[in-house]
């Protein structure tokens, strides 16, 4: 995605930030503090959610490079995409740097 200017947003960047747009999404991800991994019915329970609303929830952190997920048997777990959140931000952080350079100045932002 090219925004007017010239500067560009990764696939990577516009998952991440497309991942965090729901507070659902948030309260998931906080649930995977310390590296550990959950199946569906884990977050569901832990969020109160039903397991299709959790499970919806979490493909979407999934297909957006936030979560990667393993399947032993017929139970899939899902653990934090640490490469991909990292990639993510780098590529955020490169973009908004384009955008919006650091300025020493007082009161000096983005728009």
Do not use: H
């Amino acid at each position: 995605m090219t925004m007017t200017n010239g500067i560009e947003l990764t696939d990577a960047a516009r998952g991440f930030l497309k991942a965090l747009a729901s507070d659902t999404r948030q309260q998931i991800m906080l649930l995977f503090e310390g590296g550990v991994e959950l199946t569906v019915n884990e977050v569901a329970e832990r969020l109160s959610l039903a397991q299709s609303a959790a499970s919806t929830q979490l493909a979407t952190l999934r297909d957006s490079g936030v979560l990667i997920a393993r399947r032993e048997w017929k139970t899939v777990y899902y653990r934090v995409n640490s490469t991909g959140v990292a990639r993510a931000l780098t590529d955020l952080q490169v973009a908004l740097q384009a955008c919006c350079p650091p300025d020493s100045s007082p009161g000096a932002g983005c728009g």
